[in-house]
């Protein structure tokens, strides 16, 4: 059971979009009623060629009144296409209103690890807008027809009115059924074929792991078992559905004949108004009085899907609201400050960081060091402000970076993170981080990680496609551009979750330069490492174990300490306190 939404909560922003489109509804709703009104019109020119054609004998008159006929022809269906466009209209305005928002959702929704995929949101807000104009949704436009079709019908006799009547109360039921009995199976199917697309776009991607260990079979069964799962259903739910739409068909042809039955019975007794051609329209207004009815019990599965998908948007747009605009602040100057940090991952996961604390002058290199899984990649989540803390904040020059207009900090800010998470599109373009191309500063950073030389030597140099995730570079030459892209502008907060771990000896020194030239300028780094290398550019250091501080301070000092701890628990140093000293 949906829980009562509390009277004062604001309308969801799908239902405040769809409002706005009212208009649209409007103007496509009194083509739609002129246009069912006309279809009528064939059944008038077949009455009137039987009656006065036949009767007189008139080529004129049969002339006139198929020229008649023609011209209703071409208004119904300008009428048709004239709502059509009016729906389609409403799609992109639609589309106008809540795509740059659908996006950023999905964006930070990806950011926040909230789970629903990138691509399922687009395709359900696809779906949304094509059933804007779709034949359910025009046909069910059509309604008004229907009552003025009912009235006709009890103007005629109230015995065929409501014969009318008790016919849609049976296709209502019916259709109440189908929602019944076709609902549950058809969204666990769309469930299922949600997971299963998922499933095969997740493992796909890792193609070449699935291919060298010969994992394709049983990668393949389990996709099929998802598969048959969402086919199984779909089949349940499509076998309920094929019953229910014979049924109300078969009502709708019913009533049709029934009526004319009933209007030739009135018409024996005398007392069917307007002679046997009443009989014959009684039961084209029958047919029409529940032909939305037949018509949404018939394509009930597309409604059950689009319910789907707007429950599903809805629940993504509630879920990642739109990010407030914040004041613009001045442009730091790079001095950082963690208060103590309690975090996890998004979503309310368990703590990964408890209680680290420490704070840096501009200028400043910090390296962070600690055994795996100690959490130095949480740590440089949250200085670069993409996961938000349960505690504590992380300030630059005294500003909360979590709450940052990111597009404002951005430009100052830089980060490689582990994956280094290189986009398709050009070498300069990655390095520009795909804003304008300024090709000095896209040099400059080349230049400042040693990657220069080879970007000329690409076939077309900086404009070199990198291809998705960069699958065209090494994996240092990955790790290489990142960095650039990381350093590209000058910033003055620097983050490098592992920068070295793909770097030969050349890169390695290459990307100390960077640093100590950086530096020299005012630049911030904090560097999460496992290599000692880094160490020797550190002013810094922080120790991390099980997301605890275990030692902060000048480098020296706490290389020392370290060394005299594990001199201390009378056995050698541990390894990595060995090689940090040594590197020191
Ligand atoms: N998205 C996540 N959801 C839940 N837990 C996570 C998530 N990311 C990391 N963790 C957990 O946080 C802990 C610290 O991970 P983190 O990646 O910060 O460690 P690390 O020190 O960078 O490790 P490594 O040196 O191996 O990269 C781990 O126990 C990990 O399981």
Known sequence: MTPAKPANQPPSELRAALATLKPYFRRAGIFSLLSGLLVLAPSGYMLEVYGRVVNSRSHTTLWMLTLLILGVYIVMELLEWARSEMMRAASVELDERLRGRIFHAIFDANLRRIPGGTQQPLNDFKQVREFLYSPVLLGVMESPV????????????????WAAIAFACVITLVAWLNERSTKPPLMQANRAAIAAQQYADGSLRNAEVIESMGMLRDVHARWMDKQREFLNLQATASEAAGGFQALSKFLQTTLSSGLLGLGCWLLLHGELHGGDVMMIMASVFGGRVVAPLVQAVTQWQSVVNVRDAWGRLDQLLAAVPARPENMALPAPRGALQVEPVVAGAPGGGAQILRGVGFALNPGEVLAVVGPSASGKTTLARLLVGIWP????KVRLDGADVFAWDKAELGPHVGYLPQGVELFDGSVAENIARFGEVDMARVEEAARAVGLHDF????????ETAVGAGGARLSGGQRQRVGLARALYGNPVFVVLDEPNSSLDEEGDAALARAIQFMKSRGTTFVIMTHRTSVLAVADKMLVLRDGQTQAFGPRDEVLAALQQAAQQAQQPPAAPARQLATAA
Request: glycine residues 14%.
């Open 389 to 392: 803390s349960m505690a504590g």
């Open 146 to 161: 229907s009552i003025v079709m009912l009235v006709l019908l009890f103007l005629i006799n109230p015995a065929l009115g």
């Open 455 to 462: 970007i000329l030597g690409l076939p077309q140099g900086y």
